[in-house]
Structure formats: structure tokens, C-alpha cells
């Protein structure tokens, strides 16, 4: 029980309990109630100093219990209008708090009190499916937790080692909770034109998080004392979150999984571990989680920081995991950072580079365009990054599948292989391997008879820029062409 808390309770109606002593009246502390010491009806008043906190609890086990949260969530059923809606549908019914005075004007030797006891208020949850139920409880909590987040901010020796298992108890109560399912139908159909739902209670939940990373954060933070509370099991907590479909949430969960990356040594591995679990499960078995691409930004960065030679279970990762991330059908969404990751291990490792593209050619898609440009900037991002060894070990079947594009009937992925061209390094590596390189474009750049103008137009000048290379094998290719051409006619 938090210290400075007392808890007095009466049956079918609320009351404080008293008893006469010394001629004054006291409010009585009762022991731990036991799971028949309730029935139903039952009320709790919560009675700190200035802080007062009510509610109707109906066959709870004891009754300190319900300062652990609120009750167990579940998957609403149905969304509010504005594409929100609140992720957790039971709230603290018919709560009352009254506001606390601001940490800064506390006196320095109550502030820790006052801190534990902004801490236990902001753990009473409200219904934001109601805009307009509570709002003076709502308002209060907001003001509470804007109020710790300037502190922990601002105020050094803030966090003391009292605090830590009541902000770990606060930050869990508000923010781990059960992600509602989303229709995966429609993602799978546009990915990039669903409208995310946003959070409603995101007004209290954005305070939670900046709160949370402040002080993860802060300079008075101690790993050897948080480690007693976060451990893997709040790591998967946190984890799970990244489902979320309001993107201002996982973006906040992006950066605070990051930060505890950093300072929590000991969960590294278990982190990694965890990430790998959501990706196996995203690729083999559902196809759909929202944070992919935050959870790829991740790695990008811890990725980075590899230490070199690589070790052998972080090889296993690039290939086991990350490769087979280019096979479901969502891979616009985040495209971009497991490209930026792929690449970051080919910077460490060229050796790498044969293996990675032969998997990215074995599973090039064969009818969905969009994922088709994509390989190819890919492709691209891979070139660049080459040394000339390790391009020609790739450049014969690299530029095959160049050609096959160049060749396509949509036009876009025709523009994405002509694009190529615009690349100063890779024209340079055409450059010093033009005799195995223009016999696999010729054909495709001289026979160009795609229907859009555009792309005429760029064939035309890779044609060009492949002449200035070398003029004579040009014009050997060509002279063939057109024998093979009229002896075709004859």
C-alpha cells in the first residue's frame, strides 16, 4: 500500500469508517481484506491528504487491488467516428480525484510524497470512447502527468530509488494493453492508402510515453535499480505495443525500445531474439504487423554497430530473417528500412553480397509491379555499395534481370531499370566490364517498342551512353542484329 494512502470501506453505500479516540476522530486502516471480505456493493475511498480517489468496486479480491489498474482489457467492438477509438474499453467507473499541488511548489523534503502520490492517481483510467464523461478527472490526471514529465525533466536528483516500482506500475497500467484487431483484408488490398485509426485516449498516452522516455533518459536513471522491473517480461510488454496502428504511438515506442537497447545490456540478446520472433511470425504465419518498419529502423541502428568480424548468429539473421522479408505482399511498407539494413550488412561484410542478391532473384515477383520496383531499387542500393570484385561475381545475372525489366510492358518498372543510369558508380563499373555487360542490354535497348514514349526516350540515351563505352563492340552488336534480322526476313 502506498505510503500515505489510507483505505476505509463500508457496505451498499460509501462512508468513512471512525473510531473515537483521545476525544478525535480517526480514520480507521483496515488489514488486507481476503477474497470473501467483499461482496458486491462494496465501495473503497481512498483518502491522500489532499487527493481524494472513489470508486464502485464489485467483487474485487482485496482492496488494494484495484490500484493495480484497471480491470483486464478487451477487443472493442466497434469504432468511434474520426477513425478513433480507444484500445482500452474498461476504465475506473465513477472516479473522482482531486488535484494535487505542483511538484515544483511542493517543498523539497515532501516532493518525493507528492511524487508517489501523483504516480498512484495517474493510474486511475478513463472511457475516452466518452468525450465528454469525466472531463474534470481527465483534466487532472493530464495536468499530473504533464507536471511530472517538466520535473523529471528539469529537476535534477527527481527520480530517487523509492520511485522506480511506482513509475514501472503507472507507465504499465496506462500504456500495456491489448491491441485491437484491424482488418487485414484491407491492408493486404492497399497498404498504403488505409487510414490509420488513432489512439482516443492518445491525449493521456502521449504524456505517459514522454514521461516514460524523460525518464529513462534522465541522468539520475539507474540501470542496476530499473533492472528489478524492466526485464523481458516488460520488454515483450512493450513489444507487443508496436501492433499499435496509431503511428504517433510506435513512433514513441521506436525510440524508448531504443534507448533501453542502449542502457540495458543484459537484454540485448533477448531483445534481438524477441524482434526475430515478430518477424517469423509476420512472414510465415500472418503477413500483417503494424510496426515492421519501426522495428527494422531498430536494427538498422543496432545493426551499425556490429562489431566486426561479424558473428556468425547475425549472418543467420541477414539471411534466415531479413531476406525473406521481401516476400509478403505489404513490403511497400517498409521497403525503405530493410533496404537501409540488407545494406548496412553488405557494408560490413561485401563477402555477403553473392548470396544476397541470388536470394533477392529467386524471389523476384513475377506479377505484382509494385514489389518489382522495389527489388530493383534494391538492386540499386547493393550496386552502389559493391567493389568491383564482388560486382563481377553479380553483374552477369543482375543485369539479365536489368534486361527483363528494361523489356516490361509496365512502364514503371521499365523506368526503375532505366534508372540505373542516372548512378554515376554504376555507369563507371558498366564502364570496365562493357564487353559482358552490352551483349546482355543490346537487345532490349535496340529492340525498344514499348508503348510509352517516356521510356523510348530513356532507352534511347542508355543506348547512347553504352556506345560512348566502347563504339566498336556497338557496332559489332548491331551489325549482327541486323544480319540475324535479314537472314530472319529471307
Not at 480517526?26 to 481484506?33: A, D, K, M, S, V
Not at 563505352?469 to 556497338?474: I, K, S
Request: glycine share 4%.
Amino acid at each position: 500500500m502506498i505510503k500515505g494512502i489510507k483505505v476505509a470501506f463500508s457496505r451498499n453505500k460509501t462512508q468513512k469508517v471512525e473510531e473515537q479516540k483521545d476525544g478525535k476522530k480517526q480514520i480507521i486502516e483496515p488489514p488486507l481484506l481476503s477474497r470473501t471480505s467483499l461482496q458486491k456493493n462494496t465501495s473503497i475511498i481512498v483518502v491522500a491528504d489532499k487527493a481524494s480517489i472513489t470508486r464502485e468496486i464489485q467483487k474485487q479480491p482485496s482492496a488494494v487491488a484495484w490500484l493495480k489498474g484497471a480491470s483486464k482489457d478487451t477487443v472493442p467492438i466497434g469504432k468511434v467516428p474520426k477513425k478513433q477509438r480507444s484500445s482500452r474499453f474498461h476504465a475506473n467507473e465513477k472516479v473522482e480525484l482531486e488535484k494535487l499541488p505542483s511538484l515544483k511548489d511542493t517543498p523539497v523534503n515532501k516532493r518525493g510524497d507528492i511524487f508517489i502520490k501523483k504516480l498512484a492517481q495517474c493510474q486511475v483510467m478513463f472511457d475516452f470512447t466518452d468525450a465528454d464523461s469525466n472531463l474534470k478527472g481527465k483534466e487532472i490526471k493530464r495536468q499530473a502527468l504533464q507536471d511530472m514529465l517538466e520535473y523529471v525533466a528539469t529537476t535534477k536528483g527527481s527520480i530517487t530509488d523509492l520511485i522506480y516500482p511506482h513509475v514501472i506500475k503507472m507507465v504499465s497500467i496506462n500504456l500495456f494493453r491489448t491491441i485491437p484487431p484491424c482488418d487485414h483484408k484491407k491492408i493486404v488490398e492497399d497498404p498504403e492508402e488505409d487510414e490509420p485509426i488513432l489512439e482516443a485516449s492518445w491525449s493521456h498516452l502521449q504524456l505517459v510515453y514522454e514521461f516514460f522516455l524523460r525518464f529513462v533518459e534522465s541522468p539520475d536513471f539507474s540501470v542496476n535499480i530499473a533492472k528489478r522491473y524492466i526485464d523481458q517480461r516488460f520488454i515483450l510488454q512493450i513489444l507487443e505495443l508496436f501492433d499499435s496502428e496509431d503511428p504517433r504511438e510506435r513512433d514513441f515506442l521506436k525510440t524508448i525500445l531504443h534507448r533501453l537497447y542502449g542502457k540495458f545490456l543484459g537484454l540485448r540478446a533477448f531483445i534481438r531474439k524477441s524482434i526475430n520472433n515478430i518477424f517469423f511470425q509476420f512472414i510465415y504465419e500472418t503477413e500483417h504487423f503494424n510496426g515492421i518498419a519501426e522495428l527494422l529502423e531498430i536494427l538498422g541502428s543496432i545493426i551499425n554497430g556490429f562489431a566486426l568480424p561479424l558473428k556468425e548468429e547475425h549472418k543467420i539473421f541477414l539471411k534466415r530473417v531479413l531476406i525473406p522479408l521481401y516476400k509478403p505482399s505489404s513490403l511497400t511498407i517498409y521497403h525503405a528500412q530493410l533496404a537501409y539494413s540488407v545494406v548496412q550488412f553488405l557494408e560490413k561484410d561485401p563477402s555477403l553480397t553473392q548470396e544476397v542478391v541470388g536470394s533477392l532473384l529467386r524471389y523476384w515477383p513475377k506479377v505484382n509491379s509494385t514489389k518489382e520496383v522495389l527489388y530493383l531499387s534494391t538492386l540499386e542500393e547493393i550496386l552502389v555499395v559493391c567493389d568491383h570484385n564482388q560486382f563481377q561475381q553479380i553483374m552477369v545475372p543482375v543485369f539479365q534481370k536489368v534486361a527483363q525489366s528494361i523489356a516490361s510492358t509496365h512502364f514503371q518498372v521499365a523506368e526503375r531499370a532505366l534508372f540505373f543510369w542516372n548512378n554515376g558508380y554504376i555507369l563507371n563499373l558498366m564502364h570496365e566490364n562493357i564487353a559482358v555487360i552490352l551483349p546482355i542490354l543490346f537487345d532490349s535497348l535496340y529492340t525498344q517498342q514499348h508503348w510509352n514514349k517516356n521510356i523510348h526516350l530513356m532507352a534511347f540515351t542508355a543506348l547512347k551512353s553504352l556506345v560512348d563505352m566502347d563504339t566498336e563492340l556497338y557496332n559489332q552488336y548491331k551489325y549482327n542484329y541486323e544480319q540475324n534480322k535479314d537472314k530472319g526476313k529471307n
